[in-house]
């Protein structure tokens, strides 16, 4: 068995693995290795009990009096704080509701007009496509537009010229794993006269993040990968304290309003980040989260981070060892890239459908790459080396080779 010394590798780190207790938090399904927690994160245990109180009690029983009585309308906040932590950011500074793109388009705005006498969008190919198409119906809707400047991931820092008004990335590139640098790329911006927004999707719940520290303007996440929120979940955006008093709302709501219940017809924005605020959250999704988050409780993203690295070490040594048609997509160096590694797959999409059938599930991302998301709170050692073993055996014994596993699904 070529994984005989790596299976005993993973048990002696399994065994002394801080984060080990954490897993019995999840609900995961027998018989499956689950490394697809950076596209949906499994569900908590403690989420549906929570969801069912909600429901029955908080709604059925106490009805509109819970927006006070349970505490409804300063729940946001509550995880707002509990994200904070995460990403290194103030507990004041973040917001919880919308989608991620909602949110990339409301802090998109913010931060052009932080910076009026300036035209230029910059960000790189390896950004998520859905940041750069909030960003061209942003530029459609405002006077003048701008433009948007899509340069290589290797060439941002060098591309930040005097014309651009904000740097628009995503800290952890969704096919490669390649991190950015942050801090690094904060401090240039600035040093140029821009202003910075941050897309944290793969990074927040994954990774030691620090907003404060990096002195980053704007960011925004999701709810659902690693937070694991639940399909859909609520995500968050983050604005500097020191930008909040001139940013304002590009959506302006109600709840954002400084005084929502005086009603009055002209908008006044809320002293503090609630101005972000577009509308009424979705209580449901927010207790969801809430209830989620508690599975970071006491959490070092530290030790997190250093476990991932392991990790996808183990998966990566297992994989090249025993299959040469695999090559590695994104950085080796665990330093310079998030938790999750990919392959670049001749029929990527068929190994992926085989190998999700035989219980180990990643996901595929055109043209052919194929994604395996680490999530050290509940994937262990041995799941790595067992899951890279069943890749080989896809892949050298072309147990993909079936027509059952070339039929494309809506989702990949
Ligand atoms: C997953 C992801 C999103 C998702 O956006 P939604 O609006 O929640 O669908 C956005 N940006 C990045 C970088 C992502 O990886």
Known sequence: MVFADLEARAAALDAADPLAPRRGLFHLPEGVIYLDGNSLGALPLSVPGRIAAVLR???????????????????PARVAAKI??????????????????????KTLDAALRLVPDRRVVLTD?????????????????????????????????????????????????????????MKAITAHAHAAGAVTLWDLAHSAG???????????????????????????????????????????????????HAAPFAFDLGYRPAPGIERMRTGTPGVLGVAALDAALDVFEGVDMAV????????????????ERACRDLVLAGPRDPALRGSQVSFHAEEGYAVMQALIARGVIGDFRAPDIVRFGFTPLYVSHRDAVRAAATLAAVVNERLWDEPRFKVKAKVT
């Open 84 to 105: 904070a932590r995460l990403i290194g950011a103030e507990p004041n500074a973040v917001l919880v509701g919308d989608s991620t793109t909602v949110n990339v388009f």
């Open 304 to 319: 997190v981070a250093e476990k991932a690295a392991r990790l996808a070490g183990l998966f990566v040594e297992g994989v």
């Open 57 to 75: 009690e908080e709604w059925g029983e106490g009805l509109i009096r819970s927006w006070n009585e349970a505490g409804w309308i300063d729940l």
């Open 206 to 256: 994954a990774l030691p993040v620090d907003l404060v520290g990096a002195g980053a303007d704007f960011a925004v996440g999701c709810g659902y990968k690693y937070l694991n929120g639940g399909p859909g979940a609520p995500a968050f955006l983050y604005v500097a304290p020191r930008h909040l008093g001139s940013v304002t709302p590009a959506l302006p709501g109600w709840l954002g």
């Open 125 to 181: 190919s390896g950004n998520f496509p859905t940041d750069i198409y909030a960003a061209e119906g942003l530029a459609g809707l405002r006077a003048g537009g701008f433009e948007i400047r899509i340069v290589r991931p290797d060439e941002v820092a060098s591309a930040i010229g005097d014309d651009v008004a904000v740097v628009m990335l995503t800290e952890v590139d969704y096919r490669t794993g390649r991190r950015h640098d």
